[in-house]
């Protein structure tokens, strides 16, 4: 399988920390993407980053990808209560045309 | 700029029955992917349509298929339905893959 593993599968922090959660992977990779997910809905886009990349951000996002080691963090700074949701890596493997995705993680900020 | 679009939102179908959900992408966006998501398997790949072709398929029985019509709307058919197909489908378009997708809703099919 190329399902990527997260880590931890459950975090719970409070308003105002910052959450961090891994991602590790298989295969070589196009590029790897984050996706937020509320309760059992559809998954929302947060970031991409390219193979050819090590560090993206994106208002309070910050994503670093180390292709050597397969893996890759989300960093959400100063969290909110509307941070609260699943996030899931997904992997775009050079040529698959699909997503891989991680098992996830559980973030619960609370106010 | 409307987004992608699935429907049914639920459904509720009965062992042996057939199912079909209908996704309507992104207007201008020509590929179309299709996941299955459960407690169990996680997010999986199920197929991609690229301009009415099917590009890649992930590791399913072949009673789900798809297609891909000439305005880029996509449906998927599950036929002869089991108890382990209950499951969130979600519907996800692109304009070439290389900027991130972006998902429906899903559909919600529970099978009993």
């Known amino acids: 399988s190329q399902q990527g593993e997260e880590d931890p599968q459950a975090l719970s922090i409070q308003e105002g920390e910052n959450a961090t959660m891994n991602c590790s992977y298989k295969?070589?990779?196009?590029?790897l993407q984050w996706y937020r997910q509320n309760s059992g809905r559809g998954l929302v886009h947060l970031i991409l980053?390219?193979?050819?990349?090590r560090e993206k951000h994106s208002g309070r996002l910050r994503v670093t990808l180390d292709t050597s080691k397969k893996s890759s963090s989300l960093l959400i700074t100063a969290s909110r209560a509307a941070d609260t949701a699943s996030y899931f890596c997904?992997?775009?493997?050079?040529?698959?045309?699909?997503?891989?995705f991680g098992t996830g993680t559980r973030l619960t900020v609370i106010p | 700029k409307a987004g992608v679009t699935q429907t049914p939102r639920y459904l509720i179908k009965t062992r042996g029955q057939q199912v079909t959900l209908s996704c309507s992408p992104i207007?201008?966006?020509?590929?179309v992917s299709w996941y299955q998501q459960t407690p169990g398997q996680g997010l999986q790949f199920l197929f991609e349509?690229?301009?009415?072709?099917?590009?890649n398929k992930g590791n399913f029985p072949g009673r789900f298929s798809g297609r891909q019509f000439s305005n880029s709307r996509s449906e998927m058919n599950v036929s002869t339905l089991e108890l382990g197909d209950s499951a969130l489908y979600l519907c996800?378009?692109?304009?070439?893959?290389?900027?991130?997708?972006?998902f429906g809703s899903g559909t919600r099919l529970t099978v009993v």
């Open positions: 996800a378009s692109s304009h070439a893959g290389e900027f991130g997708y972006t």
């Open positions: 295969t070589s990779i196009n590029n």
């Open positions: 980053i390219r193979s050819n990349e």
């Open positions: 997904a992997t775009d493997p050079t040529g698959a045309n699909n997503l891989f």
């Open positions: 207007s201008g966006h020509r590929s």
């Open positions: 349509y690229f301009s009415e072709t099917q590009r």
